[in-house]
């Protein structure tokens, strides 16, 4: 199992970016729920949202509700984070992460202990 997030880089203030998240050996279950985490310098990771790929439904943290966007293609086993209005608060390291025993762990509240299998980070720095 794999996964891979990929897409970050240096944005200004206002700005919009569109990360990626690449999975793979994702077969056992019908559905996996593929979270979104991010982990800003010197705090701890935070959910920022979650789809379920049987059928795509998302869940986000409040915080930061109407500004990220979470859309997955099945087809491609790819799920996406697109970010608008980027504020330098949204300055961190974004990973997406699964769990291999169910999809449970997408729904209203994210839970970073629900999800065991991680990939890499990519890097998002929103600075002027």
């Not at 794999?2 to 793979?24: D, K």
């Amino acid at each position: 199992v794999q996964l891979q997030a990929s897409g970050g880089g240096l944005v200004q203030p206002g700005g919009s970016l569109t990360l990626s998240c690449a999975y793979s050996g994702l077969t056992t279950l019908d559905s996996y729920g593929i979270g979104w985490f991010r982990q800003a310098p010197g705090k701890e990771p935070e959910g920022v949202g979650c789809i379920i790929t049987s059928d795509l439904s998302t869940y986000y943290t409040d915080s930061v509700e109407g500004r990220f966007t979470i859309s997955g293609d099945n087809a491609k086993n790819m799920v996406y984070l697109q970010i608008t209005s980027l504020k330098p608060e949204d300055t961190a390291v974004y990973h997406c992460a699964t769990s291999l025993y169910s999809d449970y762990n997408c729904g209203p509240v994210i839970r970073r202990e629900q999800y065991d299998t991680w990939g890499q980070g990519t890097e998002v720095t929103v600075s002027s």
